[in-house]
């Protein structure tokens, strides 16, 4: 079965610093790699996919993500974190015809 | 509106009681998906539609959980003799294929506690 785990569950960063959050993937068959974000008290929407075209892929809000096969992950990095990014983070792998979710890491932005 | 919609968006019910939880996706999604998720917890995957069928309910917990879309848009999700795990928020997606390469678009979901 495909799987994901993030890293941390709460994540502290002060604002204009480097975001970084960790998702390392489990999967039998080249995967396709998702990242979405849930701001509060809204749905979750998609910030990013991988789906083999290119290891670097930029989403939207200047988020990107890179996938490595040799360590089985796909961190998502921002260069300068913004008070609006405050929210939860999931990564997620394609099972089949269904997304398998991770546990989610909440991004706190410090003033 | 043109996004997912979930209703109702809060529901409290009594140990034992039935609900019906609903979601009326995308117009033209052929994908239809229901999530689980709980405090402090990811996304559950519950089961997923293709068209009018459930192409895979391998995620429904146990039998008292059910869930229909006869006309191929709108879905209901069904809970009998509900019991206090069964609270969380539940959530609806709808893609455009399915076929797990696409994006989901998701509702904002409903909270469900029983008491």
């Known amino acids: 079965a495909q799987s994901v785990t993030q890293l941390g569950s709460h994540v502290s960063v002060s604002e204009g610093a480097l975001v970084l959050l960790r998702c390392n993937y489990s999967?039998?068959?080249?995967?396709?790699l998702f990242w979405y974000v849930q701001y509060p008290n809204q749905g979750l929407q998609l910030l990013l996919k991988?789906?083999?075209?290119?290891?670097l892929v930029k989403g939207i809000n200047g988020f990107e993500a890179e996938f490595k096969k040799s360590e089985t992950s796909f961190h998502l990095t921002k260069p300068s974190a913004h008070m609006s990014d405050a929210a939860e983070y999931f990564c997620?792998?394609?099972?089949?015809?269904?997304?398998?979710f991770g546990k989610g890491t909440r991004l706190h932005i410090l003033p | 509106g043109a996004g997912v919609s979930q209703t109702p968006s809060n529901k409290v019910t009594e140990k034992g009681k039935y609900v019906e939880l609903r979601c009326d996706p995308i117009?033209?999604?052929?994908?239809l998906y229901w999530y689980r998720q709980s405090l402090g917890q990811g996304p559950e995957f519950l089961i997923y539609?293709?068209?009018?069928?459930?192409?895979?309910d391998s995620g429904l917990p146990n039998d008292r959980f059910f869930a229909v879309r006869p006309e191929g848009s709108v879905s209901t999700l069904k809970i009998q003799r509900t019991e206090r795990g069964d609270s969380a928020v539940y959530l609806c997606?709808?893609?455009?294929?399915?076929?797990?390469?696409?994006?989901?678009?998701f509702g904002e979901g409903s909270r469900l506690t029983v008491l």
């Open positions: 999967s039998s068959v080249p995967p396709y």
């Open positions: 117009s033209g999604h052929t994908a």
């Open positions: 997620a792998v394609n099972e089949d015809d269904k997304i398998i």
């Open positions: 539609f293709q068209g009018t069928g459930a192409a895979d």
């Open positions: 991988y789906t083999s075209a290119a290891t």
């Open positions: 997606a709808s893609s455009l294929s399915g076929r797990g390469t696409g994006e989901l678009f």
